[in-house]
């Protein structure tokens, strides 16, 4: 089974995702999450900091688990699942490092991304409940996630 991770990556209330390029054999030209799949012997938290580092530039420094999601089409891409993490804390900035994997990247709030054509269809759910639920506390913050996938 084909194992990843992927970042929700907000900031003041917005999430960055990518526009996959049409190229691409999984899931061409929807707006998806940044991350990809673990390598052999590398944790899961490790294959986050690669993975936001070789596609955005960034390294998380402050992140946390937030869910599990199965391969939405398993008949057509073969059984997955993929560890969702909220990132809220990083250094760099983000720029698309690999534009044949998504044509570009955004910021967007969460009644924008709600109407994009996205990767997954948990997505929408998964999205408003962490940033429905992200609590700003000064210079820290708070994320308490209800989520069951659907």
């Known amino acids: 089974m084909r194992e990843g991770v992927a ?3 907000v900031q003041q209330q917005m999430i960055l995702l990518g526009k996959r390029s049409a190229e691409r054999a999984f899931y061409p030209s929807v707006w998806d999450v940044f ?3 673990v ?3 590398e944790s899961y938290e490790q294959a986050l900091q690669r993975e936001l580092y070789e596609e955005l530039g ?3 420094v402050r992140w946390e688990y937030l869910t599990t999601l199965a391969e939405p089409d398993p008949d057509q891409y073969g059984p997955g699942q993929y560890r969702f993490y909220l990132v809220t804390a990083w250094s760099g900035t983000p720029r698309n490092r690999q534009p044949h994997e998504h044509a570009r990247i955004q910021w967007f709030a969460l009644d ?5 054509d996205l990767a997954h269809p948990a ?3 998964l999205f408003a409940a962490a940033l429905s639920r992200f609590i700003n506390e000064g210079s820290g913050h708070r994320l308490v996630v209800l989520f069951d996938g659907t």
């Open 7 to 9: 970042a929700l990556i």
């Open 35 to 37: 991350g990809g799949h």
């Open 39 to 41: 390598e052999p012997d």
């Open 58 to 60: 960034i390294t998380p």
């Open 112 to 116: 924008q991304a709600m109407h994009l």
């Open 123 to 125: 997505y929408a759910g």
